[in-house]
């Protein structure tokens, strides 16, 4: 199975510290995400990295950015963290094959900024 | 651009009975769709996935949903509720290079004895 794994399930930072997401999977996917999940919007993209050192925005990268330095690690990063970044955030690994676009994603880490 | 509906924010059934979870998608061309489930303080988990082969899809747990192209819909169902479906499900479609993906804001599903 694939696993894709945050390196926390819950976070609390304090308004201005610079935050790092962790997201590692093992299945070598070309294709790694980074979503923000809020109610009564279902998910939205930030950024997402189709292979090693490449990066393209998602709907809302504003606040944020991201590495992929290797191919199995995809780092989301909050420069400044504000209060209104509190939200769970989503990881999601795909393969770039044809005919096998699901997304696998880790069980989220819920970001509260104070 | 895409752009996924999801009719109903919320649904309530008896444990039992049939459930009914509506989508409907706009696309320019033949997309991918899916049924995301996420249980409370879980991640997502894929139900199942239309990616233009047979148009009636089963899923796991029982769930099944029918793409519908003179509809534009991908509606979810199920004969039989049962406690443990309670959950949020998103429908999904894929964007045109088939990379990323393209979320509804949810369907909240209670499930009640």
């Known amino acids: 199975d694939v696993k894709v794994t945050q390196s926390s399930r819950y976070l609390v930072k304090r308004t201005g510290e610079k935050v790092f997401l962790e997201c590692v999977q093992d299945m070598d996917h070309e294709n790694m995400f980074w979503y923000r999940q809020d109610p009564g919007l279902g998910l939205r993209l930030i950024y997402f990295s189709y292979d090693v050192k490449m990066k393209e925005k998602g709907d809302i990268p504003e606040g944020y950015s991201v590495s992929r330095e290797k191919k199995e690690r995809f780092s989301l990063i909050l420069e400044s963290a504000s209060t209104n970044q509190t939200s769970m955030y989503l990881c999601?690994?795909?393969?770039?094959?044809?005919?096998?676009?699901?997304?696998?994603f880790g069980q989220g880490t819920r970001l509260t900024v104070v | 651009a895409q752009s996924v509906t999801q009719l109903d924010s919320h649904v309530s059934v008896s444990e039992g009975t049939p459930v009914l979870l509506r989508c409907n998608y706009s696309?320019?061309?033949?997309?991918?769709l899916f049924w995301y489930v996420q249980h409370p303080n879980k991640g997502l988990q894929l139900l199942l996935k239309?990616?233009?082969?047979?148009?009636l899809v089963k899923g796991i747990n029982g769930f099944e949903a029918e793409f519908k192209k003179s509809e534009t819909s991908f509606h979810l169902t199920k004969p039989s509720a049962h406690m443990s479906d309670a959950a949020e499900y998103f429908c999904?479609?894929?964007?045109?290079?088939?990379?990323?993906?393209?979320f509804g804001a949810g369907t909240i599903l209670r499930v009640k004895s």
């Open positions: 999601a690994s795909s393969l770039s094959e044809m005919g096998k676009p699901e997304a696998f």
């Open positions: 696309s320019s061309y033949s997309p991918s």
């Open positions: 239309y990616t233009s082969a047979a148009t």
């Open positions: 999904v479609v894929s964007d045109l290079g088939g990379n990323k993906l393209v």
